[in-house]
């Protein structure tokens, strides 16, 4: 494959940076969750 | 007196099933992507890159849509919910980081297609100013004051910030840009591309908003639960300010005795 490795970086990147973001908002969430009486989120 | 209880979940069987399918329609994208669909007459293996870089622009726009629409309901209805306000807030964060990744990849592709990472091209300068123009919008939410406040100030821009959008869009149509014009949404009708490739580039764009929708869901809450938190410390500190004043007014009529 040609430029192998500018296409791995832009697939690694993306797919890294999403990965991040959603655990970061996984933890940040169950972190959050734990500490929010269940009145104050609708969705429980 | 009702006991609280606190359950630590966020996550709901919508926000569950739209994940699974967002990580199926990635794993489509990788593997469509970097194996399945053929080398491009002109561009050769750099194609692969369009499959990741136009759903990312995709999802930057439609997050900044959201924002828009979002902010103008906050602003329109009656109630003045904060859950429109948050769905706005949630979504300019979203798109930002989709943004970015957009510039990034495309600079990359930049760099094999034109020879160079970055040039002072329309649609690229266009892009680069809608990107600050949102941490802007981001930086202006965290600054202080009450929810009300933050909610207002932050609609208003968002209504002026989406204006860029359409001045990003037709860019390549208005100025002389290195940048290639629509391939899909041409207006014509004729889309001349390989079917294996049109179809992982339709999964990548609806991956990507799926995995959009999954991320404005968690982050509209984890915003409630932030806002929540400091309504109550909030009341707190009323309280105990409430409680020294008292305090305070005893001890004076006290000392009078």
């Known amino acids: ?44 | 007196m009702e006991a609280q209880t606190f359950n630590a979940r966020v996550a709901t069987p919508t926000t569950r099933l739209v994940g699974a399918m967002s990580l199926v329609s990635m794993a489509w994208v990788v593997i469509g992507g970097l194996i399945v669909t053929p080398k491009d007459v002109n561009q050769g293996d750099a194609v692969r890159i369009m499959y990741v870089h136009v759903p990312t622009a995709w999802v930057a726009y439609l997050a900044f849509i959201v924002t828009a629409v979002a902010s103008a309901c906050w602003l329109l209805s009656r109630k003045h919910s904060m859950c429109f306000d948050r769905v706005a807030g949630a979504s300019a964060e979203v798109g930002v980081i989709f943004m970015a990744m957009t510039l990034l990849s495309g600079s990359l592709w930049g760099r094999i297609t034109w020879g160079t990472f970055w040039a002072w091209d329309p649609r690229l300068t266009t892009t680069a100013f809608l990107l600050v123009t949102y941490i802007g919008y981001l930086a202006v939410r965290g600054l202080g004051g009450s929810l009300e406040q933050r909610a207002r100030r932050s609609a208003v821009i968002a209504l002026l910030a989406v204006l860029e959008i359409p001045l990003v869009h037709f860019s390549v149509l208005m100025w002389r840009s290195l940048h290639q014009k629509a391939s899909v949404l041409s207006g014509d009708g004729d889309i001349k591309m390989d079917g294996s490739m049109l179809t992982t580039l339709l999964v990548g764009v609806i991956g990507f908003t799926m995995t959009f929708a999954w991320l404005v869901m968690h982050r509209q809450r984890v915003l409630a639960m932030q806002d929540a938190m400091q309504m109550t410390q909030l009341d707190v500190a009323l309280r105990e300010r409430a409680n020294e004043s008292a305090t305070e007014s005893t001890d004076r009529v006290e000392g009078l005795k």
């Not at chain 1, 990147?13 to 500490?35: D, H, M, N, P, Y």
């Open chain 1, 1 to 44: 494959m040609d430029h192998l490795g500018f296409i791995a970086a832009v697939y690694g990147v993306t797919f890294a940076v999403i990965t991040a973001l959603v655990v970061r908002t996984v933890l940040q969430g169950r972190e959050l969750a734990s500490k929010v009486a269940d009145k104050d989120k609708p969705w429980t």
